[in-house]
C-alpha cells in the first residue's frame, strides 16, 4: 500500500505527469486538507446516505429472503421482479426518482439501496435453501413447525451466508451512494468529485476518491468485526478463537 | 408400547422408478425393551426408524405407540440419528437443550438435569464448547444426552456408534447400558455390529434386505448387568452364530 503511493509520488515527478491527469499523492494530500471543513462535511453526507441504503437493504432483505426461501410460489413470482430491478441501469434510474421524489435524501438512499441489495437477498436464500437436510430432520423430529424450522435452524445456518451477502452490499453501497450523488445532490463525495473535475481540480477529486475507498474498506471492515464480535462460529472464525476456560 | 404390523414402505425416486424399502414388516417391542436391529446395508434399518419417529408415513400396515397410531413426530420419542447432527452455531449445553426449548418443555431444573447428563457421558467442562471444538465421538455422545435428556419414553438410535473407534464403541456401548437400565425406556437400537446387538439387547432383530424383511428375531438371555467378558459366553456365541447365519445366509442365497 505504502509502495503504491511511493511509486506513485515518484513516477508522477520523474515523469512530470501534469496535475489533472494525475496527481502526485502529496499534491492531492495539500489540496485535500486545505479545504478540510468542506471534505468532512461531504464525507459526512455520503457517510449517510450510504449508512441509510445499507441499513435499508438490511431490513428489507432478510425478510424478502426468508419469504423466498419458504416459498417457491413466492421465489417463481419475486425472483424475477429482483433480476429486473438489477438489469436497470441505476444512473438511468436516478434522474427518474430524482424527479419523482425531488432533491432530497430519498432519492439517493433508495438508489444506494436498489445497488446494494441484490447480492444480500440472494447470499441469504442460498444459506437458507443450504441447511443441511439432517438438521432439517432434526427439527421435524422436534415437532417444529414450518415458522420455526425457519427461525431456529435456517436463519442461524445462514448466517455465514448473510455475512457473505453483508460484505458485498457494504462496499456496493459506497458505489450506489456515489452514483446517486453524481445524478442529482448540492452534498457528498460524489457531488465534489464533480464539481471538482468541472474545475480541473483533479488533486480534490482523487483525494475524494481515496476518501471513498476509505469509506468502502471501513464499512466492510465494520462487519466483518460485527461477524467475529456476535457470530464467532460462522465463516470458520472459532479456529482462530482463543479457548474458552 | 411399540407396535409395528404390517408395515411396508415404498419410496418413489426422482426418476418415478419404486423403491420397496421394507414389506411387511411386524414387531412388538415391550415398555422398556432394549431391542437391537441388524441387516445389511441399505436393507431399511434407518427407514423403520422414520417410520416409528413418525418422520415418514407407512405405505402400509400402521406403527402404534401405547395404542395411538404414529401420524407424525411424537413428545414421548427421541431419535438418535446416523450422524451427530448437532447445531453447528450452539454450545454443547444449548445443544442438548435445543430439542426441549424447541418443544416448549424447557423448565428452570432443565439446564441442571443437562449439564448431570453430560458429566455422566464424560463431557463435564465441555458445556460452553462449540460442535466444532469436539472430537467425533464426544459429538456423539452430545447428540446421545441430548436425546436422553427429552426423558423418551421410546428411544430410537440409527447406528450410534458408528462413526466412533472400537475402544470408545466399546466404552459408549456400557455407559449407554448403564443410563438405560437407571431410566428403562424402550430402545430400538440400529447397529452393524453383531456383538454390539447381542451385548446390549434383550432382543436383536435381523433384517433381510430388498424389500427389507425380518428374517428372524433372536432372544439374548445373558443375565444383565452385561460386560464384555460375557463374549466367551455359550450364550453370546449361539446368538452371535444365529444372527451371521441369516446374515451370510442370505447373501449366499442371492448371490
Ligand atoms: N428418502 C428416500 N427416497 C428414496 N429412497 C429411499 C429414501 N430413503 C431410503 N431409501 C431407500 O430405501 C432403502 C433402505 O434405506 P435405509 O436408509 O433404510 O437403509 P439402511 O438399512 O439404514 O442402510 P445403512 O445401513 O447403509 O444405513 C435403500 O434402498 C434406499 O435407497
Ligand atoms: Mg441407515
Same mark, same amino acid.
Given at each position: 500500500?505504502?509502495?503504491?503511493?511511493?511509486?506513485?509520488?515518484?513516477?508522477?515527478?520523474?515523469?512530470?505527469?501534469?496535475?489533472?491527469?494525475?496527481?502526485?499523492?502529496?499534491?492531492?494530500?495539500? =489540496?485535500?486538507?486545505?479545504?478540510?471543513?468542506?471534505?468532512?462535511?461531504?464525507?459526512?453526507?455520503?457517510?449517510?446516505?450510504?449508512?441509510?441504503? @445499507?441499513?435499508?437493504?438490511?431490513?428489507?432483505?432478510?425478510?424478502?429472503?426468508?419469504?423466498?426461501?419458504?416459498?417457491?410460489?413466492?421465489?417463481?413470482?419475486?425472483?424475477? &421482479?429482483?433480476?429486473?430491478?438489477?438489469?436497470?441501469?441505476?444512473? +438511468?434510474?436516478?434522474?427518474?426518482?430524482?424527479?419523482?421524489? *425531488?432533491?432530497?435524501? &430519498?432519492?439517493?438512499?433508495?438508489?444506494?439501496?436498489?445497488? +446494494?441489495?441484490?447480492? &444480500?437477498?440472494?447470499?441469504?436464500?442460498?444459506?437458507?435453501?443450504?441447511?443441511?437436510?439432517?438438521?432439517?430432520?432434526?427439527?421435524?423430529?422436534?415437532? =417444529?413447525?414450518?415458522?420455526?424450522?425457519?427461525?431456529?435452524?435456517?436463519?442461524?445456518?445462514?448466517?455465514?451466508?448473510? @455475512?457473505?451477502?453483508?460484505?458485498?452490499?457494504? +462496499?456496493? %453501497?459506497?458505489?450506489? +451512494?456515489?452514483?446517486?450523488?453524481?445524478?442529482?445532490?448540492?452534498?457528498?463525495?460524489?457531488?465534489?468529485?464533480?464539481?471538482?473535475?468541472? @474545475?480541473?481540480?483533479?488533486?480534490?477529486?482523487?483525494?475524494?476518491?481515496?476518501?471513498?475507498?476509505?469509506? *468502502?474498506?471501513? &464499512?466492510?471492515?465494520?462487519? %466483518?468485526?460485527?461477524?467475529?464480535?456476535?457470530?464467532?462460529? %460462522? %465463516?470458520?472464525?472459532?479456529?482462530?478463537?482463543?479457548?474458552?476456560? | 408400547?411399540? !407396535?409395528?404390523?404390517?408395515?411396508?414402505?415404498?419410496? !418413489?425416486?426422482?426418476?418415478?422408478?419404486?423403491?420397496?424399502?421394507?414389506?411387511?414388516?411386524?414387531?412388538?417391542?415391550?415398555?422398556?425393551?432394549?431391542?437391537?436391529?441388524?441387516?445389511?446395508?441399505?436393507?431399511?434399518?434407518?427407514?423403520?426408524?422414520?417410520?416409528?419417529?413418525? /418422520?415418514?408415513?407407512?405405505?402400509?400396515?400402521?406403527?402404534?405407540?401405547?395404542?395411538?397410531?404414529?401420524?407424525?413426530?411424537?413428545? $414421548?420419542?427421541?431419535?438418535?440419528?446416523?450422524?451427530?447432527?448437532?447445531?453447528?452455531?450452539?454450545?454443547?449445553? !444449548?445443544?442438548?437443550?435445543?430439542?426441549?426449548?424447541?418443544?416448549?418443555?424447557?423448565?428452570?431444573?432443565?439446564?441442571?438435569?443437562?449439564?448431570?447428563?453430560?458429566?455422566?457421558?464424560?463431557?463435564?467442562?465441555?458445556?460452553?464448547?462449540?460442535?466444532?471444538?469436539?472430537?467425533?465421538?464426544?459429538?456423539?455422545?452430545?447428540?446421545?444426552?441430548?436425546?436422553?435428556?427429552?426423558?423418551?419414553?421410546?428411544? /430410537?438410535?440409527?447406528?450410534?456408534?458408528?462413526?466412533?473407534?472400537?475402544?470408545?464403541?466399546?466404552?459408549?456401548?456400557?455407559?449407554?447400558?448403564? /443410563?438405560?437400565?437407571?431410566?428403562?425406556?424402550?430402545?430400538?437400537?440400529?447397529?452393524?455390529?453383531?456383538?454390539?446387538?447381542?451385548?446390549?439387547?434383550?432382543?436383536?432383530?435381523?433384517?433381510?434386505? !430388498?424389500?427389507?424383511?425380518?428374517?428372524?428375531?433372536?432372544?439374548?438371555?445373558?443375565?444383565?448387568?452385561?460386560?464384555? $467378558?460375557?463374549?466367551?459366553?455359550?450364550?453370546?456365541?449361539?446368538?452371535?452364530?444365529?444372527?451371521?447365519?441369516?446374515?451370510?445366509?442370505?447373501?449366499?442365497?442371492?448371490?
Amino acid at each position: 500500500m505504502i509502495g503504491t503511493f511511493v511509486l506513485w509520488e515518484a513516477a508522477c515527478w520523474g515523469f512530470g505527469i501534469r496535475e489533472f491527469v494525475l496527481p502526485a499523492p502529496s499534491a492531492i494530500w495539500t =489540496a485535500t486538507v486545505s479545504v478540510w471543513p468542506t471534505v468532512l462535511n461531504h464525507t459526512l453526507s455520503t457517510l449517510t446516505t450510504v449508512l441509510l441504503g @445499507f441499513v435499508a437493504s438490511v431490513v428489507v432483505s432478510l425478510p424478502l429472503a426468508m419469504l423466498i426461501a419458504a416459498s417457491p410460489v413466492i421465489s417463481a413470482a419475486v425472483y424475477p &421482479l429482483l433480476v429486473v430491478t438489477q438489469s436497470i441501469p441505476k444512473v +438511468a434510474l436516478a434522474p427518474i426518482l430524482l424527479v419523482a421524489l *425531488g432533491a432530497n435524501e &430519498l432519492p439517493r438512499v433508495i438508489v444506494t439501496f436498489l445497488v +446494494a441489495f441484490f447480492p &444480500l437477498v440472494v447470499a441469504t436464500v442460498a444459506g437458507l435453501l443450504a441447511t443441511p437436510p439432517e438438521l432439517i430432520e432434526l427439527g421435524r423430529a422436534c415437532r =417444529a413447525g414450518r415458522v420455526q424450522e425457519l427461525l431456529r435452524i435456517r436463519l442461524p445456518f445462514a448466517v455465514p451466508f448473510v @455475512f457473505g451477502g453483508l460484505k458485498v452490499a457494504a +462496499a456496493l %453501497s459506497v458505489v450506489g +451512494a456515489v452514483v446517486a450523488e453524481f445524478v442529482g445532490a448540492d452534498a457528498g463525495l460524489g457531488y465534489l468529485i464533480q464539481t471538482s473535475m468541472a @474545475f480541473f481540480r483533479s488533486p480534490l477529486a482523487f483525494g475524494a476518491v481515496v476518501i471513498l475507498a476509505l469509506l *468502502g474498506i471501513l &464499512l466492510f471492515q465494520a462487519v %466483518s468485526l460485527a461477524e467475529r464480535v456476535f457470530f464467532p462460529w %460462522s %465463516s470458520g472464525a472459532q479456529s482462530g478463537a482463543p479457548p474458552v476456560a | 408400547m411399540i !407396535r409395528i404390523l404390517h408395515v411396508g414402505k415404498t419410496f !418413489r425416486g426422482r426418476d418415478g422408478s419404486a423403491v420397496e424399502a421394507l414389506r411387511d414388516v411386524s414387531l412388538d417391542v415391550a415398555e422398556g425393551e432394549f431391542v437391537a436391529i441388524v441387516g445389511a446395508s441399505g436393507c431399511g434399518k434407518s427407514t423403520l426408524l422414520r417410520l416409528v419417529a413418525g /418422520l415418514v408415513p407407512a405405505s402400509t400396515g400402521e406403527v402404534a405407540l401405547h395404542g395411538e397410531a404414529v401420524t407424525g413426530p411424537r413428545e $414421548d420419542t427421541a431419535m438418535v440419528f446416523q450422524a451427530p447432527t448437532l447445531l453447528p452455531w450452539a454450545d454443547v449445553l !444449548r445443544n442438548v437443550t435445543f430439542p426441549l426449548r424447541l418443544m416448549h418443555r424447557a423448565g428452570p431444573g432443565t439446564e441442571d438435569r443437562a449439564r448431570a447428563l453430560l458429566a455422566t457421558a464424560g463431557l463435564a467442562g465441555f458445556e460452553g464448547k462449540l460442535p466444532s471444538e469436539l472430537s467425533g465421538g464426544m459429538q456423539q455422545r452430545v447428540a446421545i444426552c441430548r436425546a436422553l435428556l427429552q426423558e423418551p419414553r421410546v428411544l /430410537l438410535m440409527d447406528e450410534p456408534f458408528g462413526a466412533l473407534d472400537a475402544l470408545t464403541r466399546e466404552e459408549m456401548s456400557l455407559e449407554l447400558l448403564r /443410563l438405560w437400565s437407571a431410566r428403562r425406556m424402550a430402545v430400538l437400537f440400529v447397529t452393524h455390529s453383531i456383538p454390539e446387538a447381542v451385548l446390549l439387547a434383550d432382543r436383536v432383530v435381523v433384517v433381510s434386505p !430388498r424389500p427389507g424383511r425380518v428374517a428372524d428375531v433372536v432372544e439374548v438371555s445373558l443375565p444383565r448387568p452385561r460386560s464384555f $467378558d460375557q463374549e466367551g459366553s455359550d450364550e453370546f456365541q449361539r446368538c452371535a452364530r444365529r444372527i451371521r447365519a441369516h446374515i451370510f445366509g442370505e447373501r449366499r442365497a442371492v448371490a
